[in-house]
């Protein structure tokens, strides 16, 4: 079965402090897809990145970088040097590719990141 | 470059009412969903179109929920009778293709639902 875990509800830091965000999934699939969406107060989802399961290179983009691990089925997300505008709910999500999918994304429970001034 | 557009933003109805949220997605986009985001939850998917056909509608609770995309562009969402569970944000997005290749879905910025 596919599942998406953040186990992280809520985050609180103070601005210029670095944070990951954990991410958890499971999958039968060997060809698979994992992301990270934005929500801000607006509600509207923003995309910020996918990685497919046969590229385990780590990314920087900017002041973002994500770690992914097939070894612990982890797509952790760290922020660094954090600031107020980076306050949003945060959601990794999975879209399974084998025969058959549909490519629908799974999404965690998202994590509440705060960050005050 | 428009984004995906929904209405009405907000919506609060009595339980057993219905309710109806309209959809339209990026020009080009062939793949739409629906998801439904219940507070403090990730968002979940109701219905998926690929042009007018629907690919994947196993969440969908279709006693009382029902979804078209007739032309293949835009698309409705009702519910009726409405429960008081189907409070939420109901979130409408968007890809180029199945999404399974590119991954990125474009979102609105949702209807959310109040039933009292």
């Known amino acids: 079965a596919q599942k998406v875990t953040q186990a992280q509800t809520e985050i609180s830091v103070v601005e210029k402090e670095d944070v990951t965000l954990d991410c958890v999934y499971e999958t039968r699939d060997t060809t698979y897809y994992l992301f990270w969406y934005k929500q801000p107060p607006s509600g509207e989802l923003v995309f910020l990145i996918r990685r497919n399961s046969f590229d385990e290179q780590n990314e920087i983009s900017g002041r973002y970088s994500w770690n992914f691990q097939k070894s612990t089925s982890s797509f952790n997300f760290t922020i660094t040097a954090s600031q107020v505008v980076d306050s949003a709910v945060y959601f990794c999500?999975?879209?399974?590719?084998?025969?058959?999918?549909?490519?629908?994304?799974?999404f965690g429970q998202g994590t509440t990141l705060q960050v005050k001034p | 470059e428009a984004g995906v557009a929904q209405s009405p933003r907000y919506k609060i109805i009595e339980k057993r009412q219905s309710v109806a949220f309209w959809c339209n997605p990026i020009?080009?986009?062939?793949?739409l969903y629906w998801y439904q985001q219940i507070l403090g939850q990730g968002p979940k998917l109701l219905i998926q179109f690929q042009n007018n056909g629907v690919v994947d509608d196993s969440q969908l609770p279709k006693d009382r929920f029902s979804a078209e995309r007739l032309k293949g562009v835009d698309s409705t969402l009702k519910i009726q009778p409405a429960k008081l569970e189907d409070s939420a944000v109901y979130l409408c997005?968007?890809?180029?293709?199945?999404?399974?290749?590119?991954?990125?879905?474009?979102f609105g910025e949702g209807s959310r639902l109040t039933v009292l």
């Open positions: 999500a999975l879209s399974e590719a084998g025969s058959g999918n549909t490519g629908k994304l799974i």
């Open positions: 020009s080009g986009h062939a793949t």
């Open positions: 997005a968007s890809s180029l293709d199945g999404g399974a290749y590119t991954g990125e879905l474009f």
